[in-house]
């Protein structure tokens, strides 16, 4: 990480981050079933975060952070991951003025067929979004279906990466993660609070393989 891209961070700081996990109730424990499949002691909702118009100004300032200047410069367009990433990729877009465009799940088969809505051509450099990294997954799945139309896919974004192997799923896959905090930080930052307990910091932390 750049010193410029630590400086931002630092000005808005995980402290704020924290503090949109906790007014919301974005941070739950108990036993959960990700989307890769993992089971999981806790759950970071970050869906939760357009229904609070301040909480999700900040979550698009966050992720502003992280794309500005450097990666909004190497790119043509965003594209959102569903469910959860398309809400922030779409304004995040409007705001950099860049077209959006997002991946679905399927190939719908009705009207066009696609997979990919939005305007894409080949060779445009697309920056993918999502709101939460687990083992990255979701993320390669979209990058294979932007790259199988012709997109160019180098860089991924998310807010917040569990740390339980998306970095380096993704460097294999030919891309670069950016996060803007990580699960350690967050666990460690709401422990020193003491809005979590020994055991609770244990159970996070106790699931990073990266």
Known sequence: MK???????QSLGEDDFTEILLRTGSLKFGTFK???GILSSYYVDLRLL???PEAFHRAINFYRAVVEPSLAKRIQRLAGIPT????????????LSKPFLYVRKETKEHGRERRIEGLLMPGDKVLVLDDVATTGKNIIEAVEAIRGEGGVVEDAVV???RQQGAKENLRKAGVKLHTFTTIRQIADKLLALGTIDETQHKEIVGQIVS
């Open 34 to 36: 990700l989307a890769s």
């Open 159 to 161: 807010l917040l990466d």
């Open 3 to 9: 010193n410029g891209e630590v400086a931002v961070r």
């Open 84 to 95: 959860a990433g398309i809400a922030y990729a779409a304004v995040l877009a409007f705001n």
């Open 50 to 52: 357009p229904g609070d």
